[in-house]
T-cell receptor, first 112, second 114 residues
């Protein structure tokens, strides 16, 4: 049984570009949450998707958007990249019933 | 606004020592609290989850306690080993539901020296 998988593993972009990160949830999970983890900090909640809708959002600008597909996989999109967007982006999946979040290995985004 | 603080930020101990990591949170209205381990550049591995109605949870050499009224949790690691070297994060789930976000502390980076 595959756990939460994220792609790509690493990504390098320049300021102003746009990026899309992908997440496949653990089998049986229907909810996907995204977090941003800056170096030396704890993860910060970006948003959560369930039934293809954004259900909860953290304190992130509209440049951060997402999508959930009918197969429960999810994308995180970031527009107009800033240097400060450099971070490890973590995806967590859970079932609505149990709520325990399982994390993927993350995507390391570097903005130059 | 819920805030989670972990002290100390870093800890270095000799192998075999027992140690305690601390986590505090400002709002006692939490659904549960979870301790995670993170190896450098990697994702998070859940260690222990304590429901708001529980006082402690144990797994092997790990024991986590929760005092919701005082806004504190501790993670006790017995007989530490070099393989325990990692960053330990605590996270609370605010509110009264098992859905929704986790709010994390900044972590404690542990080094266990052989």
């Amino acid at each position: 049984d595959a756990g939460v998988t994220q792609s790509p593993t690493h990504l390098i972009k320049t300021r102003g570009q746009q990026v899309t990160l992908r997440c496949s949830p653990k089998s049986g999970h229907d909810t996907v949450s995204w977090y941003q983890q800056a170096l030396g900090q704890g993860p910060q909640f970006i948003f959560q998707y369930y039934e293809e809708e954004e259900r909860q959002r953290g304190n992130f600008p509209d440049r951060f958007s997402g999508h959930q597909f009918p197969n429960y996989s999810s994308e995180l999109n970031v527009n107009a990249l800033l240097l400060g967007d450099s971070a490890l982006y973590l995806c967590a999946s859970s079932s609505r019933q149990r709520g325990i979040q399982y994390f993927g290995a993350g995507t390391r985004l570097s903005v130059l | 606004k819920q805030e989670v603080t972990q002290i100390p930020a870093a800890l270095s101990v000799p192998e075999g020592e027992n140690l305690v990591l601390n986590c505090s949170f400002t709002d006692s209205a939490i659904y549960n609290l979870q301790w995670f381990r993170q190896d450098p550049g990697k994702g998070l591995t859940s260690l222990l989850l304590i429901q708001s109605s529980q006082r402690e949870q144990t797994s092997g050499r790990l024991n986590a306690s929760l005092d919701k009224s005082s806004g504190r949790s501790t993670l006790y690691i017995a007989a530490s080993q070099p393989g325990d070297s990692a960053t330990y994060l605590c996270a609370v789930r605010p509110g009264s539901s098992n859905t929704g976000k986790l709010i994390f502390g900044q972590g404690t980076t542990l080094q266990v020296k052989p």
